[in-house]
């Protein structure tokens, strides 16, 4: 009686996972080095990224940013009604640098978070396309040991021990 080998039908869902899991990976770091490379060019030469300029463009606020009025109280004992003053708030170059950094350091921290997010779904990929029971044939290879060693001991104790 011959023994069945398994046929090899071509399809390895294990080395699928892995591929995949290999290319999040990839991806992830690739995505990682690219925001590396982009905040080095924002910090070296702003003006020479696209979408700094892009950004510049559309919060370029020409007048105030806000203006309104308020009544201005009549002083005790003053005669005459009260008086409407006007008031306007101007953003200054070195304000809107602040608020643009700060916001721009929060879309790099969500970027970051997201590629870490790839790089672990990858690298768990991976984990599961490995060898499977890699642990359970440690403790099998174990069990065994012990067994082995148990069944001398019989032998030597019942007195079926020849050497």
């Known amino acids: 009686m011959g023994r069945h080998l398994p046929v090899d039908t071509g399809f390895n869902p294990r080395s699928i996972l892995a591929l995949l899991g290999l290319l999040l990976v990839i991806t992830g770091v690739a995505l990682m080095l690219f925001f590396a490379y982009l905040v080095f060019q924002i910090v070296d030469a702003p003006e020479n990224v696209h979408i700094v300029q892009y950004i510049q463009e559309i919060t370029e606020i020409d007048g105030p940013i806000l203006n309104g009025k308020f009544i201005v109280p009549?002083?005790?004992?003053?005669?005459?009604?009260a008086r409407n003053a006007n008031f306007e708030v101007e953003m200054s170059p070195?304000?809107?640098?602040?608020i643009f950094l700060f916001l721009g350091a929060f879309a790099l921290i969500i970027c970051v978070n997201i590629v870490k997010i790839i790089i672990g779904a990858g690298s768990s990929m991976i984990k599961a396309a490995g060898p499977a029971n890699?642990?359970?044939k440690k403790d099998s290879s174990?069990?065994?040991?012990?067994?082995?060693?148990?069944?001398l001991e019989e032998e030597r104790r019942s007195g079926n021990w020849s050497n």
């Open 142 to 151: 174990r069990e065994d040991h012990l067994h082995y060693k148990r069944a």
């Open 134 to 136: 890699r642990v359970e």
């Open 94 to 98: 070195e304000l809107k640098a602040i």
């Open 74 to 81: 009549v002083e005790n004992g003053a005669s005459g009604p």
